[in-house]
Nanobody, 120 residues
């Protein structure tokens, strides 16, 4: 699976931005798609993912502000980010997951990362 992300850039606090990611390759194996982020000096963390059956998981810090979506064919995912805060500044990584032979253990794929900078 290959992932190509776009969007991001410089946004003022309180503003909005949208990220988009398209998948190619063995897309029919994908079971989860979404976004992670890594701020300077911090570990990569989950932002929001969409799981089979369209259930979503959000980090507490973005609930009510960010919305993740994935199309039915699992070929793309988007992240709508509203009410952005300076602490949202990070490199955002598109993520896709495929199952392995081990139950509840997925293989992770990553896009190239796109920088979102929120100015105060």
């Amino acid at each position: 699976v290959q992932l190509q992300a776009s969007g991001g850039g410089l946004v003022q606090a309180g503003g909005s931005a949208r990220l988009f990611c398209g998948a190619s390759g063995n897309i029919y194996e994908i079971t989860v798609m979404g976004w992670y982020r890594q701020a300077p000096g911090k570990q990569r963390e989950l932002v929001a993912v969409v799981t089979p059956g369209k259930s979503t998981t959000y980090a507490d810090s973005v609930k009510g502000r960010f919305t993740v979506a994935a199309d039915n064919a699992r070929k793309s995912t988007s992240l709508q980010m509203n009410s952005l805060k300076p602490e949202d500044t990070a490199v955002y990584y598109c993520n896709a997951q495929t199952p392995t032979a081990v139950a509840d253990l997925n293989k992770f794929y990553w896009g190239q990362g796109t920088l979102v900078t929120v100015s105060s």
